[in-house]
C-alpha cells in the first residue's frame, strides 16, 4: 500500500529516520530478549517478532511514529496464556505463541474491517491504567527469580511470593550480586546518565541517545565479564546458545482445538495492545498535529501480528518506550521503523554468537527497570479526590490483577466500570418544573422561585429513557402521583431524552394505563424528531390518554386552570 | 416475619384465599408433574419443590398473590445445568438439582442483602420476551421424544432436529396417538371449554374454574384408560412408582467442587427466575394498586429456593400462569399460597399411587400446551417496526438460544443489549449553538436561525462525559477548530452533563492542552453543581486555559468580539 509519505519521501527526511532508526535499533536489542523471556520463549523469538511487524505496521499504520514490538504486558499476558495449553520450554509452547499471534492478528483484522475502534472506548482510562500498574508489579515480581537464581512460578500476587519464600534459601550468589548490579546501573543510567554528559560537554540531543545505550553497555560489559569470570561453570543461568539467521516463514500452527483455547485470551491481548498502542499513538501524533484512524489500526496491529506470526514470533503492539525514543530521536515517517528492522535483522545474523554468555539475570534487570516507569500509583490518589467510581474501577482492577492475574484483571476492570456507568443511569436526573414568572422557561422547583399549578405536574427527565432506567421511571411517577388528589395531567417534558427503546415504551404504555385508570392524563412535550418517527411507529400515540405538545408552555397553557403564584423571597 | 396481612386476617379473606388454593393446587398438581419430568428429575420432586417453597415465599415476599413452584424456564434452564455435571437418573443428578437449589437461594439472598434488585434493569424486555420465546420452543421440541416414545436428546435446536430425525422410525404408536390426543383435549379445554360451559348454563367464574380443571381430568382420565387398556405391557412408557409421602429435610450436598460447576448456572437461574417473577407480581400488584419491593423478592425468592433445596426440591420461582389463575380465582393475601401448599402436600400423601400408571406423554403434552402460550412472535415484529437496536437485541437472544441453548443465549442477549446501549452513548449529541436575537436562548445553528460569533465556537453536548464517548468530543473538537483561522475560543456548555468521569476529564485536559498550543482557549458554561465540585478536587480549573461562566450568554458576551447577523430566510 502507497502510503502519503512515501511521496514526497527527501534526503534530511531519511537522515533524520535513519538516526531514529539506528538508536532505536539499541533499545530494541536488549529489550527484544528480555520480552521474549519474559514470555517464556527463546531470546531469538523475540529478535524475530521486531523485524518483519515492524516493516507491516510501517506499510499500514497511521501513526508516522509508532514503534511496534514485543512489549511488557502483552508479553506477560502472552505467558499466561500459552503456559495454560503447553510446558514452558517445549516446541508445542513456541507453537502455541506463534499461533496466538496468528490469532490476535486474524482478530485484530476483522474488527479493523468491521470498524469496531470504537470498542477501545469501553477500556476506560483508570482500568488501562490500573491493569498496567498492577501487570507491571506481577512482571517485575516475576523476574526476581531471574535475579536469584531459582525456580519459582506464579502468575499473581499470591503464588508467586508463596513460589519466592519457598526458593528464598536456594539463591544463588553470583546471578543475585549481577543482577543488583546491572539494576543498579540501569536505574542509574536511565536518571543521571544524561545530566552528566550534559556536564561533560555534550550536546542535549547527543547525551540523549547516549544515555539510551545504556542497556546495551550493560550487555556488552555483561557477556565479557560472563566470559571471563567463567560464569558458565559457576551456576549462573545464562542464555545459551541462539541460532544465528534471519527467521524463516513458517505457516503457525493450524489446530482447531489449540486455536479454540488460545481464543479468549488472544481477545484480551488483542484489545489490550490495541488501546495501549492507540493511545500512545494519539499522544506522539497531537504533538505534531497530525491524527490517527483507529480503525486504521487496527488493520496495522492486524497485520503485525499475522506477520509476527508467520515469521516465528509472538503478539506484538505499539510500545510506549520505544515510540517515545523513536520520536524524540527524530523519526518523521515509518521509514525510521524500517530501518530499525534491517538493524534488528543484522543483529539476528551477526551479534546471537555474542548472547550465549549473558546471564538472563541481566535481562530481568532490563525488564525490572523498564517496567518500573509503567507503575502508576498518583493515579490511584487522583481517582481517589476525583470520583468514587473511577477511585472503584481502579481499585478492582489492580487487586484482581494481582490476585487473580491479568486476563481476569482486566475482565474484572471492564465490567465494573461499564457496570458503574450503568448503574449511574439506571437512576436519570428527573426534575418536576414550573415556570419563571413572565416568561416561557421552565426550571426545577427545588432550584427556583417558579409557577406551577395545582392540576398538573411536569417533569423533566435528564437522560435518554432505555431498558436500565424505565421501570425506575415508572416507580418515580407511581410515588409522584400517589398523593395528590387534585391532580389532573402529567407532563414529560422530552428536551434531553434523545432516545426512548422498546423496554422505555412500554413503561410509558404501563405508566399511561395507569395514570389513565386512576382518572389522570398521560401528555409529552418538546420530543426531538427520530424519537417522535419511533413513537409513530407504533401505535403508542394513539392509545395515549393525552396529547403531545411542540413546547413544554404550551402544553401547561392547554392544560392548567389555577395558576399557583411563586412565593416571595 | 409476622407480615401487615396478617393483622387484618377476616373470615372472608380466608374464603377468597381457599378458593384460590384449592384451585391452584388442582392447577399445580400435573404441572409439577410436567416440570420434574423437564427437568429430567422424579415425578415427587415436583410436588416437594410445590410445598416449602410456597410457605417461605408466602412469609418473605412482597407480593400478595404470586404463586411460586417450579415453572418451564427454569426446569429447562435445570436440566441444561445439571446434565453438564451428572448423568440423568442418577442419585448425583438428584442431589445436583438440589444443590442448584441451594445455590440459587443463596445467591437471591446476597442479592437481595446487598440490595442487588437494580441487576434485572439490565434484562431489557426484548431479551427477556426473545428468550422466553425460544426457551418454549426448544422445551415443546424436547417433549417430542415423550410424544414419539423414543429417546432422543440435545439442549439446542440443531441437536434436537438432529436427534428427533434419528429416532423418528422407533415410533411407538399408542404412546404417539395418547399423547396427540392428550394435546387436542388440553387445548381444546384450553380454548373452548369455558365458553361451552357459560353456553350450558354455569356463571363465568364457575366456568373459567371448571376449564383450569382441564389437565386434573386429562390425567385422570389418562391414569385409567392406561390401567383399562394395560399400557404398562404395551410398551407406553409410565411414570412408575412414586413414593407417598411428605419430603423429608435433608442438606442439599456440600460439594465444594460441585458447587463451583454449577455457579454461574445458579447465577442465571436466579437472574432470569427473578426477572421473570418480578414482572409478573408488578403486574398484578398494579392491577390491585400495591406494590412490590425488588429487594424483598430476592430476599423471598432467595428463601423458596433455600427451602426448596432443604426439602428435596429443585430450582423455582413466581410462575406466570399459576399467578394469574391465584389472582384471578381471588386471593387476596400470602394464605392462598399456604393452602396450595398444603393440597399439594396432601396430594403427595395420598395421590402418588395413581400416578404409576400415568404415562409420560401426557404430562409432555401438558408441558407443550402450557409453554406455547410463552411464545410471543408479535413482539418480535413490533420491534422491527420500532427500532434497529431492539430488532437486533430480540434476533440475537432468539438465534443463540436456540443455536446454543438458554444459557449461552440468555448471555448473548444481556451483552447484546448493553453493548447497543453503550455504543450509542459513543457518539452523544453535539449541537454548535448561536443566539436567538433578542434572547440569551442559545439553539442549534442548523436547525435555528441564530447569531454566531467569528472568534468563538459554542458547542452544547447532550450527553454527560464518561470513558466511552470522551475520545468522540476530543476529536470532534479537533476537527471543528481544524479549519477555523479567525477563532479564539470554544466554550462548552454544559446544561446536560451530569457527569464528567476521570477519563473525560483527561480528554478536556488534553483538549485544553492542545487549544492553548494553537493559540485558543477552552471556557466551560452552566457546568452543574456536583459536576463542578468534582472538577474543583483536581487541578482541572487552575490549569484551564479559559474560564468557567454561570450562564452562556455572560460567556459569550464576555468572549465575542464582532457578531454576524442570523441570515434572513
Given at each position: 500500500m502507497p502510503r502519503e509519505w512515501l511521496r514526497d519521501y527527501r534526503k534530511d527526511t531519511f537522515v533524520s529516520d535513519l538516526l531514529a532508526g539506528t538508536i532505536v535499533t539499541i533499545m530494541l536489542i536488549p529489550q527484544s530478549l528480555a520480552y521474549a523471556l519474559l514470555a517464556g520463549l527463546p531470546a531469538e523469538m523475540g529478535l524475530y517478532a521486531s523485524i518483519a511487524p515492524l516493516i507491516a505496521y510501517a506499510l499500514l499504520g497511521s501513526s508516522r511514529t509508532l514503534s511496534v514490538g514485543p512489549v511488557a504486558v502483552v508479553s506477560l499476558m502472552t505467558a499466561m496464556a500459552v503456559a495454560k495449553v503447553a510446558e514452558v520450554g517445549t516446541p508445542e509452547y513456541m507453537g502455541a505463541a506463534i499461533a496466538l499471534a496468528a490469532l490476535s492478528g486474524l482478530m485484530l483484522l476483522l474488527m479493523g474491517f468491521l470498524r469496531f475502534g470504537f470498542l477501545a472506548n469501553f477500556l476506560s482510562h483508570p482500568v488501562v491504567s490500573g491493569f498496567i500498574t498492577a501487570s507491571a508489579f506481577i512482571i517485575a515480581l516475576g523476574q526476581v527469580r531471574h535475579l536469584l537464581g531459582v525456580d519459582a512460578h506464579g502468575d499473581n500476587l499470591p503464588t508467586l511470593l508463596t513460589s519466592l519464600a519457598k526458593h528464598l534459601g536456594d539463591t544463588h550468589g553470583i546471578t543475585l550480586v549481577t543482577g543488583v548490579l546491572?539494576?543498579?546501573?540501569?536505574a542509574w543510567a536511565r536518571h543521571r546518565l544524561k545530566s552528566m554528559l550534559i556536564t561533560a560537554g555534550l550536546r542535549e540531543q547527543s547525551a540523549g541517545i547516549l544515555a539510551k545505550a545504556g542497556p546495551v553497555v550493560l550487555i556488552l560489559a555483561a557477556v565479557a565479564a560472563s566470559y571471563l569470570f567463567n560464569f558458565q561453570n559457576r551456576g549462573v543461568a545464562l542464555v545459551g546458545s541462539v541460532p544465528s539467521g534471519l527467521p524463516s516463514l513458517a505457516m503457525p500452527p493450524m489446530d482447531l482445538t489449540l486455536w479454540s483455547q488460545l481464543a479468549l485470551s488472544a481477545l484480551l491481548?488483542?484489545?489490550?495492545?490495541?488501546?495501549?498502542?492507540?493511545?500512545?499513538?494519539?499522544?506522539?501524533?497531537?504533538?505534531?498535529?497530525?491524527?490517527?484512524?483507529?480503525?486504521?489500526?487496527?488493520?496495522?496491529l492486524g497485520g503485525a501480528n499475522v506477520a509476527s506470526a508467520f515469521s516465528g514470533g509472538f503478539p506484538v503492539t505499539g510500545g510506549f518506550s520505544r515510540s517515545v525514543v523513536n520520536f524524540d530521536a527524530g523519526a518523521q515517517t515509518p521509514?525510521?521503523?524500517?530501518?530499525?528492522?534491517?538493524?534488528?535483522?543484522?543483529?539476528?545474523?551477526?551479534?546471537t554468537p555474542l548472547l550465549f554468555y549473558l546471564p538472563k539475570a541481566i535481562l530481568?534487570?532490563?525488564?525490572?527497570?523498564?517496567?518500573?516507569?509503567?507503575?502508576?500509583?498518583q493515579l490511584v490518589v487522583r481517582a481517589w479526590r476525583y470520583s468514587f467510581?473511577?477511585?472503584?474501577?481502579?481499585?478492582?482492577?489492580?487487586?484482581?490483577?494481582?490476585?487473580?492475574?491479568?486476563?481476569?484483571?482486566?475482565?474484572?476492570?471492564?465490567?465494573v466500570s461499564v457496570l458503574l456507568h450503568l448503574y449511574k443511569t439506571t437512576r436519570p436526573h428527573i426534575a418536576v418544573v414550573g415556570a419563571v414568572a413572565g416568561t416561557e422557561h421552565y426550571r426545577n422547583v427545588e432550584r427556583h422561585n417558579v409557577i406551577t399549578h395545582?392540576?398538573?405536574?411536569?417533569?423533566?427527565?435528564?437522560?435518554?429513557?432505555y431498558f436500565a432506567n424505565a421501570s425506575y421511571l415508572e416507580d418515580y411517577i407511581y410515588e409522584l402521583v400517589a398523593g395528590s388528589e387534585q391532580l389532573e395531567h402529567v407532563i414529560l417534558?422530552?428536551?434531553?431524552?434523545?432516545?426512548?427503546?422498546?423496554?422505555?415504551?412500554?413503561?410509558?404504555?404501563?405508566?399511561?394505563?395507569r395514570l389513565r385508570e386512576q382518572g389522570l392524563t398521560l401528555n409529552l412535550s418538546e420530543v426531538k424528531g427520530p424519537v417522535m418517527d419511533a413513537l409513530q411507529s407504533v401505535d403508542f400515540l394513539q392509545q395515549l390518554s393525552g396529547q403531545v405538545f411542540l413546547s413544554h408552555h404550551q402544553a401547561v397553557k392547554a392544560l392548567k386552570r389555577d395558576e399557583i403564584e411563586p412565593y416571595i423571597i
Open positions: 546491572a539494576i543498579a546501573f540501569l491481548i488483542s484489545i489490550i495492545g490495541f488501546v495501549e498502542s492507540v493511545s500512545v499513538g494519539k499522544t506522539l501524533a497531537a504533538k505534531r498535529r497530525q491524527r490517527i484512524d483507529p480503525n486504521q489500526e487496527l488493520v496495522a521509514a525510521a521503523s524500517i530501518l530499525a528492522a534491517i538493524g534488528i535483522a543484522l543483529a539476528a545474523l551477526f551479534l530481568a534487570a532490563t525488564i525490572i527497570v523498564a517496567v518500573s516507569s509503567l507503575v502508576d500509583l467510581a473511577d477511585f472503584s474501577a481502579i481499585a478492582v482492577t489492580i487487586v484482581a490483577t494481582l490476585m487473580l492475574g491479568v486476563e481476569l484483571g482486566v475482565l474484572a476492570g471492564i465490567l395545582p392540576n398538573l405536574v411536569s417533569l423533566r427527565i435528564d437522560e435518554s429513557l417534558q422530552c428536551t434531553a431524552v434523545n432516545e426512548i427503546d422498546m423496554s422505555a415504551l412500554e413503561a410509558l404504555e404501563s405508566i399511561d394505563h
